[in-house]
């Protein structure tokens, strides 16, 4: 909720305060409205899930003994 | 959760307020001579831990002596991945072993995934208090 006394100090500024105010408004929507999730839009999901193989063989490789320098 | 060290979720999009905030874990990765801090995804939907190129050629891995193969699912799957076992730290706790998926991707954060982080660590989430609290497996 604006507060009551926001309001009444943006009244009270002149002609060219409030359009500074306004410009810095819209141009942070703006930016936010970029980063934000948006409908429509595709995004990356990283998780390797049902990854069930792979899990398999990693659960394989740790059962062996150590090696150097991870290598496999 | 008694014996566990506590974390914050961390802020990956400001944009997003409250959604943009994700568990991410503070780890020391340790390959032979080599080692590195890094921010580990906790992603308990993930089967398996995931290793972005980067890292892994900066813990001195060769791509090319890594010879197991494995294939990965979902944004990952079109992408090469080879196992490789690495040493973790986490926190104060005794350094554990663990095995990654190391892709080709540079994209990826590290994932820390049920084979084997969740294996090895039991992780409890507030998400309302926006931390988390880990501990060794066999802790009580």
Known sequence: MVSVDLLKNLRALDRSEKLHVLQVLVSELAQEEQESLRAGMSYPIWSPYDAHEAAETMLKLLKLPETKSGQR | ?140
């Not at chain 2, 566990?4 to 997003?16: D, G, H, I, M, Q």
């Not at chain 2, 939907?45 to 995931?50: P, S, W």
């Not at chain 2, 190129?53 to 080879?82: C, F, H, M, P």
């Not at chain 2, 990654?100 to 992780?123: C, H, R, Y």
Request: proline letters at 6%; aromatic letters at 10%; charged letters at 10%.
């Open chain 2, 1 to 140: 959760m008694a014996n566990a060290e506590r974390y914050p979720y961390s802020p990956v999009n400001s944009a997003l307020g409250e959604a943009g905030l994700q568990p991410y874990l503070p780890i020391t990765l340790l390959n032979g001579s080599h080692s590195l801090t890094a921010a580990g995804l906790l992603d308990s939907g993930a089967t398996v831990n995931v290793l972005p190129y980067q890292i892994g050629i900066d813990l001195g891995a060769v791509w090319e002596q890594q010879k197991t193969v494995l294939q990965l699912s979902g944004n990952l799957a079109q992408l090469e991945a080879r196992a490789m076992l690495v040493t973790v730290v986490v926190g104060q706790f005794t350094p554990a072993r663990l095995a990654f998926a190391w892709t080709k991707s540079t994209q990826v954060p590290v994932i820390l995934g049920q084979v084997n982080f969740f294996m090895e660590f039991d992780v409890c989430f507030y998400r309302s208090q926006l931390a988390f609290d880990v501990r060794p497996k066999g802790t009580s």
